[in-house]
């Protein structure tokens, strides 16, 4: 075989190259604005996205919604984002200590826990005390993500000691496995239960137990387009912005 | 030509490279004698041998059927047996649970008339293991057995041994190649299964938390303990691809020169 087609395969590389390069110097008020925000922000951000939109016909909003420990590593392994959201403060320490972030974090949201069971609550789960019954199947988050850490806090506040049977990655996991009928209970979001609409019930935690978790938000160093990233931070914190968030459940910072 | 499988040579060279360039050598032994590096490791083990074994059971008999009967659908069954090399794993786990989960088309008898829940057992992660897995070991065998002379089996019929005997003595010896070569696959695929063991078996230490999947929470936290086990485990499937292709395949032409 001859290597007729290389040359055609290098102009191929090198033409998407440079066409990604030209997107990347375009105006600077304009253009696509790459949020990486907490997969528990998805169905709230998706609607930020539009309305940021609809009010500024220039910017385009581009999303990737992950862990934010998921995020946080592409974030240190140069992933190209404008603005990252965290679900909470401790990964947002992460970003700030590598100095990876142009603005400094500013809360834009709260959300608290609540106990996630099946539609109609079949097991008639009413406290916390109840995910501790031996026959009961609970599913919790690893404790590297934020709803892990907030349920390992809330059980440790409550003094309640449970054995879950599996430990899910991310609080999707959790909903999921809920929501299929495969675990009785999970300790997930307020947000999260709210998602699921009519396919999970939720069980409130009280205040004194119960763990807040903060959204700090920045623009990153490497931000292309800073300038739409900060106009996009100013609308979520705007009026119009908090109403989007507080409709999905979360509350004011 | 050469030019281009050196481009393919480095494309899969160059991620084994990169991870041996950020790997933590001064702390390596640390991480991997840390408990629940083992722990992951020996439920990898165990599991995805298991899961070969039942693929060798189950797979044998599969691949003698699609390659030498006939029957209407022929083609349609081998699709259907082979869909989950294709599938999506997300997808691969919860089909696994729409059939044997607690609401599952056959899980829900399990579970009211036994009281037993597959999903987030050990015996869970073998299920995903050989759901994904056999169709390796199904091909390989049965591509053999397509390309194999049936006169020996034939014959050995002719002079009275049973229809097992003949396969077992006869034919299972002149596949016995592809049936390692399809093992070990399956081995590999079971070993690096991620997506549909963490759908429909859940992730916890020592009961169903294997190597793939500890090697993902790890990266959360602990990056450079990520890298050394996906080094661990790359060690371990390299030196069983290397010895076995040796053993098998690999330098039968020159050993039969030479000796």
Known sequence: ??????????????????????????????????????????????????????????????????????????????????????????????????????????????????????????KGITSLADLAKSDLVVVL?????????????????????????????????????????????????????????DTAAGVDIPADVNVISNYPIVVTKEAKHATAAQAFIDFVASAPGQAILAKYGFLAP | MLALAIVAISFFALPLIGL???APWSKAWTYLSDHAALTALRLSLHTSLWATALSVLFGVPLAWLLARTQFPGRSAVRALCTLSMVL???????????????????????????????????????????????????????????????????????LGASRWYGFRRVTLPAIRPALVAGAVLSWARALGEFGATITFAGSYPGTTQTMPLAVYLARETNPEQAIVLSLLMIAISFTVLVTLRDRWFGNRHDTAVLS
Not at chain 1, 85 to 98: L, Q
Not at chain 2, 106 to 134: E, H, K, N
Request: hydrophobic fraction near 50%.
């Open chain 1, 141 to 197: 988050c690893a404790e590297t993500v934020p709803c892990g850490k907030g349920a390992a806090k809330i059980l440790a506040n409550a003094a309640i000691a449970i054995t879950p049977k599996s430990l899910e990655d991310k609080v999707k996991g959790v909903v999921s496995k809920v929501t299929a009928g495969e675990a009785d209970a999970g300790i997930v979001f307020v947000t999260d239960v709210k998602a699921a609409g």
């Open chain 2, 20 to 22: 041996i360039w950020r």
């Open chain 2, 88 to 158: 999506p794993p997300v997808v691969g786990g919860v089909a696994l649970f729409f059939a044997l989960g607690r609401r599952g088309l056959v899980g829900q008898w399990l579970y009211r008339w036994f009281d037993y829940q597959l999903p987030f057992t050990t015996a869970a992660v073998v299920v995903a293991q050989t759901f994904v897995a056999m169709p390796f070991l199904v091909i390989t065998v049965e591509a053999a057995l397509r390309q194999l002379d049936t006169a020996p089996e034939d014959a050995a019929r002719t």
């Open chain 1, 1 to 122: 075989m001859r290597l007729r087609a290389l040359p055609l395969i290098v102009a191929l590389a090198l033409i998407s190259i440079t066409t990604a390069a030209c997107n990347d110097s375009s105006d600077a008020h304009s253009g696509d604005v790459v949020v990486f925000a907490a997969s528990s922000l998805t169905a709230a951000f998706t609607e930020m996205g539009t309305a940021f939109n609809a009010a500024n016909p220039d910017a385009h909003i581009t999303f990737n919604f992950a862990g934010s420990a998921d995020l946080v590593t592409q974030l240190t392994e140069g992933a190209p984002a404008d603005v990252f959201v965290s679900a909470d403060d401790s990964n947002m320490k992460k970003v700030t200590a590598a100095a990876l972030n142009a603005s400094d974090p500013v809360p834009i949201a709260k959300n608290t826990f609540a106990i996630i069971v099946g539609k109609g609550n079949p």
